[in-house]
Structures are given as structure tokens and as C-alpha cells.
């Protein structure tokens, strides 16, 4: 009977280059890294728990589909974010773009003199503002996370979503006000930060 050779993972460069031979150990203790940083994600862009599982899960066959393509080990990270990102993206294209268009979105009053959002939400703690954005309706909470979360300009948006930047900008300013009133009804005014 052989002894079983305890294999260790030091840093997280070993632990890639083990998913990318393959090494099932390495890929358990991978997926199980990542998981709640990805899940937050996921969660961003889905509107149930389940659908965000399932855009998890989606991710990671992806992730280790390709991971042996990564040439820069320590940019893993933001790879698998964007990873995550790209396949949210996907899924909503595939499940629920269709029930979005057929639904008619909330027209809120457009604000276009407002810059307040900006200072607010940035003074606001993450779990407050994701708190809010999961509340959002689904056209305004992608666009919102996209722009205001992730980084992404309306043509990116654009892009990504098959609509035009026009479209982008205009479901951003609804969605960012409409999530400044709910702010306010929490009692959330102005610069005042909880």
C-alpha cells in the first residue's frame, strides 16, 4: 500500500498552475477559494439566488475550460471576475433579455440636473448599495452594476448588452433614480450616510 503524497498549495500561483494540469484537489480547493467573491457577482446580475448558482456554476466550467490559456498567473484573479462578469452577461441575454423587452420598464421621472447619486453612493457602505441595486428592475439593475459597480461606459454597455449607448444612459438615469428614492425612503438623504 502506497502512501498517499499530501500535496500543497503555498501560494495561489501553485494552486493555478495545478488546475491547469488538471489536478482535481487543486480545482475543489480553487472553486472553493473564489466562491463567495464570485457569488457577490453573479448576484449582481441575477434575480434569484438559483439563477445566481447557476451563473456560478456556468462560470466555472468556463474558468477551467480556459484556464490553461492564462499566461499571466497573477492577473488570475481579474480574469476570473471578468469571466464571471462576461457570463452573467451571457445568461441574461439567454433567459431573461426576452422577458425584459416584453415587460414594460418603470418610467420614472428623468432628474438631469442630479449629481448627488455620485457622492451618495460612494459614502454608502457595498452592502447597502448592493442591497439596493438587487431591488432594482432587472434592466436598470444591469446597467447600474455594469456602470456604476464594474466601471463600464455606456458604449461597452452598449456593446455588451446588443442596445444602443443611448438606451445605456437613459436606463441608468432611471434606474439611479429610482435608486436614490428608495435610498430616501430608507431615510437615506442627501450626503448622510448610515
Known sequence: MKASIKKNYR????????CQNNDPRAQTLFYNRFRSELIRI??????????AEDIYQESFVK????????????SIESWMRSV?????INYYHRTTKKETLNHSMDMSPMDFE?????CLIDSLSAGIV?????QLPDGYKRIVNLHLIDGYS???????LSITDS???????????LLMKKLRKCGIYGYEAP
Open 167 to 177: 438606451t445605456s444612459r437613459s436606463q441608468l438615469l432611471r434606474g439611479r433614480n
Open 114 to 118: 442630479s449629481n448627488e447619486h455620485v
Open 63 to 74: 474558468i477551467f475550460r480556459h484556464i490553461h490559456e492564462v499566461q499571466n498567473l497573477e
Open 11 to 18: 501560494t495561489l500561483t501553485d494552486l493555478v498552475k495545478a
Open 42 to 51: 453573479c448576484s449582481r446580475f441575477a434575480r434569484t439566488h438559483m439563477e
Open 154 to 160: 455606456h458604449i461597452e454597455i452598449a456593446q455588451t
Open 130 to 134: 448592493s442591497d439596493m441595486i438587487a
Open 84 to 88: 464571471v462578469t462576461r457570463t452573467a
